[in-house]
């Protein structure tokens, strides 16, 4: 074990273990919210991010096929295209990239399939319940050819390599009428989707799915409709249809609006109130009919059976680039989700006014009328300029200033509910993030950054890392991990943030293969257990203090000079100390005597004290957690 870890993970677990108390609330799947109020669940939650294809695979025999894949970028795909070895070094070429026809690398791992599927899912719950986590967010399920999900060709149904039959589902859904939802079936896949739910909720644990309304696939039944018909389709004003085909000419004149330009994910037809230029917009979607289309996928799966509980569906959305999607829909997409299940949440993706200085702030969305909360990302920009000293890097005063300007505005409820994630399907992994110091998600990827550093982070870094749990554990807001991150998984953005996670019954190679300069040294790839421990540990100590999520939030020092941030979380007679170090020196800081009278074990009351307080003396690089009750 590295000094740097040994230190903070001493001091911090000397805490953990004293601060448990027993009072921390559940709450119930059916009880009542009001349409305006966030889910009390939601800000009592610890997120975890599942990524399906790149979780765990649990059944070989529904690895996808080149049939399966057809559609998705990039185009080219090798006659003899397989999927990858779960275990395989990330940067080693597969057999087929030569045959891809492709330059870029990060184009060639696009390509790339492991094979992860919900049975998967279902042979590690215990493992999510061992962790301690009470929430999963699922990347897209959708059915759909990419390895994002993001590109559907149906937005009612689970992908068909998630589950057990592809190719009977494939046939199940084709005999279906997409627009009438009384001839829609569960597929395999779905029925498989529903075990997983039954079996999270029967641990504890909430389960919301990522949609994205604001585009499809290009292989989308609608879309494919319309290239067939024409201006006589009768989905025609669901998209951005730029030229129809002429049957009498050879060629295909047909053409769309994609999203970016992205012909992958064509865009949905928007009706835009005044400037379209700046986020957010006014307006809404343009057809009727679609937005019945999604209302009645959302009833799908909050409440599968139709029987008016809720308790056998989802407990909420994630919603895909929602900033882009027209102010007016949010209301109306609240109240059809409300009113089938009132305890549902909804996290919009509000990410970037102006890439890549300039993050939107979320407050028009959170106002009762939309969403719960965002994904906050405003929180880690900052997080990271402090914890890594980052580009620009920040002292104390400056992280405390900016954690106060991110809190205006924005009621304490809708601020516990913020999902605080420091990595993504679309952005570096925490540990990674960290070791690299440039711009936040600004040329985050050896592609963009020849230099940029891709191998396991240093002993510097974890100490960073560490620091950063705590204070992510701590504050306020829901605290998230993506897939792999709590067993020291590393990557960079996209696609090397999507590797496959790491499990203690598999053998790795060694990664040492660089994606631009040929070999590096290696770096031995398996599950970091101390650090999964430390997480578990955190876990176990926000779920014990109720200050840690329903306390006030009060910076008591923030000092340039000595490295030190130090905070307090309060509720009633539950205090929680934070004490952090982020310099390279030994640092002191005096906490209250009733501190040291509450949690220290009978047998360390002997340390220093001066007069009535307790003098603790903080190791570099280092954070501490100290509580009352």
Not at 270 to 294: A, C, M, R, W, Y
Request: include cysteine; glycine fraction near 6%; charge should be negative.
């Amino acid at each position: 074990m590295n000094r740097y870890l040994f230190i903070v993970i001493l001091v911090a677990v000397l805490g953990f273990n004293a601060c448990q108390t027993n009072n921390y609330k559940k709450s119930s799947i059916l009880s009542q919210v009001d349409f305006e109020q966030v889910p009390q669940w939601s800000q009592e939650a610890i997120w975890y991010q599942i990524f399906v294809e790149r979780f765990r695979n649990g059944d070989t025999t529904n690895d996808p096929t080149i049939w399966d894949i057809y559609g998705a970028y990039p185009d080219q795909i090798p006659r003899h295209w397989k999927t990858t070895p779960w275990t395989q070094d990330w940067y080693r070429p597969d057999p087929w990239f030569d045959e891809t026809g492709l330059d870029k690398f990060q184009d060639k791992l696009q390509l790339r399939r492991y094979g992860g599927d919900l049975q998967g899912v279902l042979n590690k719950i215990d493992y999510l319940a061992g962790l301690g986590i009470t929430a999963i967010y699922f990347n897209p399920l959708n059915d759909a050819p990419s390895l994002h999900k993001y590109d559907p060709r149906h937005w009612r149904h689970i992908d068909r390599n998630f589950g057990p039959d592809p190719r009977g589902d494939e046939a199940l859904i084709a005999a279906e009428n997409p627009i009438d939802p009384q001839t829609w079936q569960f597929t395999s896949a779905d029925k498989m989707f529903l075990q997983v739910i039954d079996a999270c909720h029967r641990k504890g644990i909430r389960v919301i799915l990522d949609y994205s309304w604001n585009h499809t696939g290009r292989d989308f039944w609608a879309l494919n409709d319309i290239q067939k018909k024409g201006a006589s389709s009768a989905f025609a004003d669901w998209y951005h249809i730029k030229a129809y085909d002429k049957p009498e000419t050879p060629d295909d004149e047909f053409d769309y609006q994609g999203w970016y330009g992205i012909k992958y994910l064509p865009e949905m037809r928007k009706d835009i109130v005044g400037q379209d230029t700046v986020f957010p917009f006014e307006g809404n979607l343009h057809s009727e009919q679609v937005k019945q289309h999604i209302f009645n996928v959302v009833r799908r799966w909050l409440d599968p059976n139709g029987d008016g509980d809720p308790g056998d569906g989802i407990d909420g959305f994630r919603l895909d680039v929602a900033a882009e999607i027209p102010l007016g829909f949010w209301p109306e997409f609240r109240r059809e989700v409300r009113n089938i299940n009132p305890q549902a949440y909804l996290i919009g993706e509000i990410w970037w006014q102006e890439w890549p200085d300039h993050l939107m702030n979320p407050k028009p969305f959170l106002q009762g009328d939309m969403f719960d909360a965002v994904m906050n990302y405003r929180w880690y920009r900052s997080a990271r300029q402090f914890f890594a000293q980052a580009e620009p890097a920040i002292g104390p005063r400056a992280f405390a200033d900016s954690l106060e300007h991110l809190l205006q505005g924005i009621s304490p409820e809708h601020n516990r509910a913020m999902m605080n994630l420091t990595a993504s399907h679309d952005a570096p992994r925490t540990a990674t993030s960290l070791y690299n110091k440039g711009k936040y998600k600004y040329q985050a990827k050896p592609y963009d950054d020849a230099a940029y550093k891709v191998g396991k982070p240093d002993a510097e870094t974890r100490a960073r890392q560490l620091m950063l749990l705590v204070h992510q554990f701590t504050y306020l807001g829901a605290p998230h991990i993506w897939y792999g991150d709590e067993v020291g998984m590393w990557g960079a953005d996209d696609p090397d943030t999507r590797k496959p996670m790491l499990w203690d019954d598999l053998v790795y190679e060694a990664e040492k293969t660089h994606p631009i300069d040929g070999n590096k040294l290696p770096d031995a790839v398996k599950p970091d257990t101390s650090l999964q421990n430390f997480i578990r540990a955190l876990i176990t100590l926000r779920k014990s203090n109720p200050a840690l999520v329903y306390g006030s939030f009060t910076v008591l020092e923030a000092n340039d000079s000595s490295g030190i941030f130090a905070y307090r979380r309060n509720l009633d007679k539950n205090t929680v100390w934070v004490l952090i170090n982020n310099s390279a020196k030994e640092q002191s800081y005096n906490l209250p005597r009733v501190a040291l009278q509450q949690w220290f074990p009978e047998e360390m009351k002997s340390l220093s004290t001066e007069k009535q307080e307790l003098r603790v003396t903080l190791a570099p690089l280092s954070a501490s957690v100290y509580c009352a009750n």
